[in-house]
């Protein structure tokens, strides 16, 4: 496969900075609806990535569960994007909707949501779900996937025995943009990008990019 020769011409819409919503998170609310309306293969998958202590990136796809003053997500705090948000609270998150030549890419600071927050979305998760947040040893090293399977047989027995409730170790992270682009593809790669940034008194300014 010749990967040069790999390209896709981006003709489906323009962006105007004027015709923008006043909040990146309103303009965010009206893109990810029409990414949804247009059935986008999971709308709110995104990359997240955050730095660890040693300043060493990572990246991994989690998926959006709220927006409120930021963009929601939940995970086990022992994981590796645990750890790391506890050394490094700054983060960023990346959306890609090929169906609509968009992307949208977001930066800030983390910080932990609500125990009463954690506790609605973990009892709205399927039981499935839920078994395997507490069988589950994150991001650690394990022998092999019967030691999966089995930890899950044993949460299966114990939670038949007791109320099934969120692990104290299992959670919800905002994460609090102060920059947020959008981008759409346009024809000859000149691209369509807009960013708001966040002024020194709360106000979010808007600006284009160049491609």
């Known amino acids: 496969m010749d990967l040069a020769s790999i390209r896709t011409e981006y003709l489906l819409k323009s962006l105007n900075v004027n015709?923008?919503?006043?909040?990146?998170l309103a303009q965010f609310q009206l893109w990810?609806?029409?990414a949804v309306h247009a059935k986008v293969n999971e709308p709110n998958a995104m990359n997240l990535a955050t730095v660890n202590a040693e300043n060493r990136p990572s990246a991994r796809i989690v998926l959006l569960k709220g927006v409120d003053s930021g963009f929601v997500f939940y995970t086990n705090y022992a994981s590796n994007k645990g750890h790391e948000l506890a050394q490094n609270r700054f983060a960023a998150l990346t959306f890609f909707w090929p169906e609509l030549?968009?992307?949208i890419r977001i930066e800030g600071?983390?910080?932990?949501?609500?125990?009463?927050?954690?506790?609605t979305y973990f009892l709205s998760r399927p039981r499935g779900s839920q078994i395997g947040a507490w069988a589950s040893p994150q991001s650690q090293q394990i022998p092999n996937r019967d030691f999966l399977e089995q930890a899950?047989?044993?949460m299966l027995v114990r939670f038949e025995q007791e109320p099934l409730r969120r692990p104290p170790h299992w959670g919800g992270y905002r994460l609090v943009p102060d920059r947020v682009e959008f981008w759409q593809g346009r024809q000859s790669r000149l691209h369509d990008r807009i960013v708001?940034?966040?002024d020194d008194k709360g106000k979010w300014e808007k600006s284009r990019l160049a491609p």
Do not use: C
């Not at 015709?19 to 990146?24: N, R, W």
């Open 19 to 24: 015709q923008l919503e006043g909040s990146p």
């Open 32 to 34: 990810f609806d029409e």
């Open 101 to 103: 030549q968009r992307q």
């Open 109 to 119: 600071k983390t910080e932990k949501v609500s125990e009463a927050i954690s506790d």
């Open 152 to 154: 899950e047989k044993k």
């Open 196 to 198: 708001y940034s966040l």
